[in-house]
């Protein structure tokens, strides 16, 4: 009898993240920025979906889109080339990105699909049933080869890191009668679930649009008053935060981690709205970080938390979404 095929995907507003099933049935991940640039070059490419540049072509009402790690490169150093919105999941870059996303999965036909959506963006019923409807279907594709998804689940996003590190660390039988919190640290928002198992407290959970790009925004301005000149490319600044604060600028090498602590306000604001949300602490087991911006809240999520064991989920970018395939297979 064939296995049921369960995928996943996190179309986040900084990267998109997507699961990889071997032959084993074992998964691997990956992901690309979450840009979609609007490709007036369409060529012929019925041998594959992607082009000598590591990009997919795909088609959303007419318009033709490239994405994957190379669609960075036609995105110019004055913009971010994301979709910083709360209508995201209803756009068409969005689906440009879900169809990108689809043809690197490498299965033809899909049983059921996860993905999950911000914490305040998943209580609106409206939203949460049009995006696993619009998920549903066959999409095909601008070299005529087609991808069907028969069934698809939307979650709370954070939900899927918890269910992530529940699992891979064994703590699930503990944690299933104990309270946490999970901190999901995205591009644009921050999102948290206070848990009890796989049971969210909806009056102890939220989101707050106070990401990563605010901490992003904020470097931007202190650069520019720190080199005397205009500066704001922030994909390369998001780059270089993962090498050491360095950036090159005209051929040498620029340091500006001197300026982390006058953007580190911005960081606060964030988790100040999440202990306010969360309230009282002290039945507080864990909070669990997650999200490709994690690290960076760490220090804040102390200064509110600071009794509470604090967690950094190793592989925090792609938890996420290997937590949305386990409830997938569960499902």
């Known amino acids: 009898m064939k296995m049921k095929v369960v995928m996943a995907v996190d179309i986040g507003y900084g990267n998109t993240k997507y699961v990889i099933t071997g032959d084993s049935g074992k998964i691997t991940c990956s992901h690309f920025p979450s840009v979609a640039v609007l490709d007036n070059t369409v060529k012929d490419n019925s041998d594959s979906f992607s082009t000598q540049q590591d990009v997919t072509r795909v088609a959303v009402n007419g318009a033709h889109y490239k994405v994957g790690p190379d669609a960075m490169l036609s995105v110019s150093p004055h913009d971010t080339g994301r979709v910083l919105t709360k209508e995201y999941s209803a756009t068409d870059r969005y689906r440009a990105l879900y169809l990108g996303a ?54 709370s996003q ?28 995205g591009f644009f928002t921050v999102d948290w679930i206070c848990v009890k198992g796989l049971q969210i407290i909806e009056e102890r959970s939220g989101s707050a649009s106070m990401g990563v790009s605010q ?87 102390r200064r509110v938390c600071k009794k509470n064991t604090i967690v950094q989920v190793e592989d925090a970018l792609y938890a996420n979404v290997k937590g949305f395939h386990a409830i997938g297979l569960k499902y």
Not at 162 to 184: C, G, Q, R, W
């Open 102 to 155: 689809l043809a690197r999965m490498g299965e033809k036909s899909i049983d059921l699909l996860v993905t999950g959506l911000p914490v305040q963006h998943y209580r609106n019923k409206a939203m949460r049933e049009g995006l696993g409807s619009r998920l549903c279907g066959e999409h095909g594709y601008p070299d005529g080869n087609t991808i069907t998804v028969k069934n698809a689940k939307v979650i």
């Open 215 to 301: 901490l992003l925004n904020a470097l931007a301005q202190e650069i520019a008053v720190d080199c005397g000149e205009p500066f704001s490319d922030i994909n390369r600044l998001d780059e270089s935060m993962r090498n050491g604060y360095k950036l090159n600028r005209y051929g040498v090498e620029y340091s500006y981690s001197h300026l982390l602590p006058k953007a580190i306000p911005k960081l606060d604001h964030a988790c100040e709205a999440l202990a306010a949300s969360v309230g009282t602490m002290d039945d507080i087991g864990s909070i669990i970080l997650v999200g490709g911006g994690a690290r960076l809240y760490v220090n804040s999520i």
């Open 158 to 185: 954070p939900l899927g890191g918890f269910a992530h590190y529940a699992l891979s660390s064994n703590a699930y039988a503990e944690m299933k009668n104990t309270l946490s919190i999970v901190v999901d640290v």
